[in-house]
């Protein structure tokens, strides 16, 4: 590693929805609580959107032309994944340390109850990330040779400023710096589809019951895109905790051989508990939005020693069926022989000695428990059904 250091960098693997669903959560946003985000997140939001030309008096230009929605901003790893197509395990360029001062309560996870649960989570998200300068001159130079990523309409982006709260405090930053990654990873590794869904999959709730969108403004909402990324937009929640929370990925696993003759997925909207029913095409779209979003959570160094995560379990799962199948329709190389098991540059901490204790398979268990209590809490079900071609021969 490098001798000299950069200043800390916002760690991008424990953004809002990685840990939202990690093993030990179980407490809920303040949102969800009926609480309202502080007046210094919301004082944030509003002057970077002044700054962006997209305060209350309207967005710069004129009506339905793309603007640039500056209000994330990409780190170093977010920025290396875009450039080369996947994730990477940075062990040797990257040193870990918990955040000086760190204060669960004035994060999104205030609310969580318990020593054990708060000790962890405090170990996920209070950290900083110290990049040697050859990785920041490395990613910097190799991300400035890419294409700017195309802007958002103004309607949408009047939407989301106006009618939606996403000046959410997070440790690691803001959760428009997600939004982005998603968005802009999609626009250059999967130009095949819209980049609209992964910038709004957030938008019909997340995994702490946080839902930036009142559901009755979904009829404004579906206006506001195609008919196709509207599919995409209300499912993904759904999707995200049947892929994270049940058996999907093992039933799609044990049924390889018969993956092309899916006819249909059936499962229930987050929001609202409504029946969904996507057609086999337009579940393949989102089984490669998932894998791109999944990108955001990885650990950012030593894989190898992080497999307990349920996060990096299911991308491993989700990205080996993908392509055993033939359907990864996006970029997104991976190789997890390429990861590192070596702990240099992975800070010590009770919350990471508790988590060294318990077995994987107990924790990813575990992982699954709270994500149903999350559901069970705003009367929304995990059942699914995979419905495939009468000629099928499926487990």
Not at 87 to 104: N, Q
Not at 383 to 390: I, T
Request: net charge neutral.
């Amino acid at each position: 590693m490098d001798a000299s250091l950069t200043l800390p960098a916002p760690a991008a693997g424990a953004a809002l929805l990685g840990v939202a669903l990690s093993f030990f959560l179980l407490g809920k946003s303040r949102r969800s609580a009926g609480g309202q985000p502080s007046a210094s997140s919301q004082g944030r939001l509003r002057r970077k959107l002044r700054e962006a030309g997209l305060g209350k008096a309207g967005a710069a230009g004129k009506e339905g032309a793309p603007l640039l929605f500056e209000l994330g901003e990409l780190d170093v790893r977010r920025r290396w994944q875009i450039v080369v197509g996947g994730p990477t395990d940075h062990a040797g360029e990257v040193v870990i340390k918990p955040m000086p001062g760190f204060d669960l309560d004035k994060t999104i996870f205030g609310s969580l109850q318990g020593f054990l649960p708060r000790t962890v989570q405090k170990s996920k998200i209070g950290l900083d990330l110290y990049w040697s300068d050859g990785a920041v001159a490395r990613v910097g130079g190799a991300f400035e040779l890419l294409p700017p990523p195309p802007g958002y309409k103004k309607a949408l982006v009047s939407f989301m400023q106006d009618d939606c709260d996403f000046s959410i405090e997070h440790a690691d930053g803001s959760f428009m710096d997600h939004l982005k990654f998603c968005h802009d990873y999609t626009v250059v590794h999967y130009p095949d589809q819209s980049p609209v869904p992964m910038l709004l999959h957030s938008i019909m709730g997340v995994g702490t019951n946080f839902f930036p969108m009142g559901k009755e403004l979904i009829p404004k909402l579906k206006t506001l895109m195609t008919p196709a990324e509207f599919v995409q937009v209300e499912a993904f929640p759904s999707v995200l905790r049947l892929t994270l929370g049940t058996g999907l990925l093992d039933e799609l696993e044990a049924n390889l051989a018969g993956l092309g003759k899916l006819k249909e997925v059936r499962f229930s909207r987050v929001i609202d508990n409504a029946p969904l029913t996507m057609g086999a095409e337009e579940f393949w779209v989102m089984m490669n939005y998932q894998v791109v979003h999944m990108l955001d959570f990885l650990p950012t160094a030593s894989w190898l020693t992080q497999l307990d995560d349920s996060f990096m379990d299911s991308f491993v799962q989700l990205h080996r069926i993908l392509t055993a199948s033939n359907l990864l329709r996006a970029t997104v190389n991976f190789d997890l022989k390429s990861g590192e098991s070596s702990p240099d540059g992975i800070p010590v901490s009770l919350g990471s000695i508790f988590r060294s204790i318990v077995p994987n398979a107990v924790k990813l268990k575990l992982a699954q428990k709270a994500l149903h209590k999350f559901s069970a809490k705003i009367g929304h079900s995990l059942e699914y059904e995979l419905v495939f071609q009468k000629d099928a021969n499926v487990v």
